[in-house]
């Protein structure tokens, strides 16, 4: 199989030497390179209807200078991916600053060798395809799961209208043990609900890994609120109430609102899941306790406890592995065993972790979560 014909674009006023570097460019790469003297012509270029996988831009050129370019090329979203080498005479600390923030890759000094020339280039149009080939799996893997969501919601929606049809067949005097199997089709309805869920879980979780991060201050509090009007039990038993409380002031945590949100959900719905048969209340308190320093700055812990079924030492690590269900001496929890799974892959995700404590069965459980914590605000309330 042949190689791929790269197609790169330099932008140089300085027209003498296009064919060196040229010369020096396709010797080194598969590649056709195209040429244009200003950022005018580079502009034109890049709209035209053939993509341009890697561009070179000079700085000091006439009618559109590079930073100009550079700053009217990453205003437009289809140049997003496309890596940018600057060629610069000019190694000062803060220009390089400057362009990086315009969204330059890399920087070649004008007269630097062939090689180390050659050499980035290699690098940029390495990390471009790895990034192709990763958003093109992220979106196999999506078409992938919403296929599967949609046979499963088929097979769903069958399931439940075999299940209706039968009972309404089901004849008092003609039929043994009506009532059992009234009781049969009932949980055979529950059991196709649960996995149309299971299905929109792996879905979620597919869509989930190739979100862009957005880490900002969170406050905790209000999520907390928000938590509990969701997470409540409903169908269940509606005798049990939820009640999430903060032990003391909980300072902001740095995290993606979107996957904070996620992780909080599932971990006190876990509580609710695996609450004590004679609970009529699912407690879930809230602390946090100043944890260690990090790269992003002073992490802390947030201890979710709860007053449920409490975890075996033996099953502590095991309950964050997908499809792996709790159990109690009393029952099996229902569900698929991907709620934890989801927590532990979204804050990991946003760079922290996540682990679980328990005395063990009937003492409850503590879902911990190490996050940093956000630089411009007091640490108040940590121990």
């Not at 709209?47 to 550079?70: H, R």
């Not at 997003?80 to 070649?108: C, H, K, W, Y």
């Not at 649960?194 to 900002?216: F, N, S, T």
Request: hydrophobic share 45%.
């Amino acid at each position: 199989m042949a190689a791929p014909r790269y197609r790169i674009l330099m932008v140089d006023d300085v027209t003498r030497y296009h064919h060196l570097y040229e010369m020096a460019i396709t010797d080194a790469l598969p590649c056709f390179v195209h040429f244009a003297v200003n950022g005018v012509e580079a502009l034109a270029k890049l709209a035209s209807a053939q993509p341009y996988d890697l561009l070179i831009l000079d700085l000091n050129m006439p009618k559109l200078g590079g930073e100009a370019t550079l700053t009217r090329i990453r205003q437009d979203p289809n140049f997003d991916t496309m890596p940018v080498i600057v060629l610069t005479g000019n190694s000062d600390q803060e220009t390089q600053r400057r362009l990086l923030d315009l969204g330059a890759d890399d920087f070649v000094e004008k007269g630097a060798a062939p090689e180390i020339f050659v050499a980035r280039l290699k690098t940029q149009i390495r990390h471009k395809s790895v990034l192709e080939r990763l958003s093109q799996l992220a979106v196999d893997m999506d078409i992938f799961a919403a296929g599967v969501l949609h046979d499963i919601r088929n097979l769903e929606t069958t399931i439940m209208a075999v299940a209706e049809m039968c009972r309404l067949q089901v004849d008092d005097g003609l039929v043994k043990n009506r009532q059992q199997m009234l009781q049969d089709f009932t949980q055979l309805e529950a059991r196709a609900d649960q996995l149309g869920a299971y299905a929109a879980d792996i879905l979620r979780m597919v869509r989930m890994a190739h979100k862009p991060l957005k880490l900002e201050a969170q406050e905790l509090a209000p999520l907390l609120t928000w938590v509990e009007h969701i997470a409540s039990p409903r169908q269940a038993n509606a005798a049990v109430r939820l009640r999430c409380r903060a032990a003391g002031t909980l300072v902001p945590v740095l995290a993606d609102a979107h996957f904070l949100r996620l992780a909080v959900l599932n971990i006190v719905q876990n509580a609710v899941k695996y609450r004590r048969p004679d609970a009529q209340v699912v407690e879930v308190t809230v602390s946090q306790q100043a944890s260690r320093p990090g790269s992003l700055g002073t992490y802390v812990t947030t201890r979710f406890t709860d007053n449920g079924r409490g975890i075996p030492q033996q099953e502590l690590r095991r309950v964050f592995e997908p499809f792996v269900r709790g159990s109690s001496s009393e029952q099996k929890a229902d569900g698929f065993g991907l709620g934890l799974a989801l927590v532990q892959k979204v804050i990991t995700t946003m760079g922290g972790r996540v682990w679980a404590e328990s005395p063990g069965l009937g003492q409850g459980a503590s879902m911990c979560v190490e996050l940093p914590v956000v630089a411009a605000q007091p640490e108040r309330g940590l121990s």
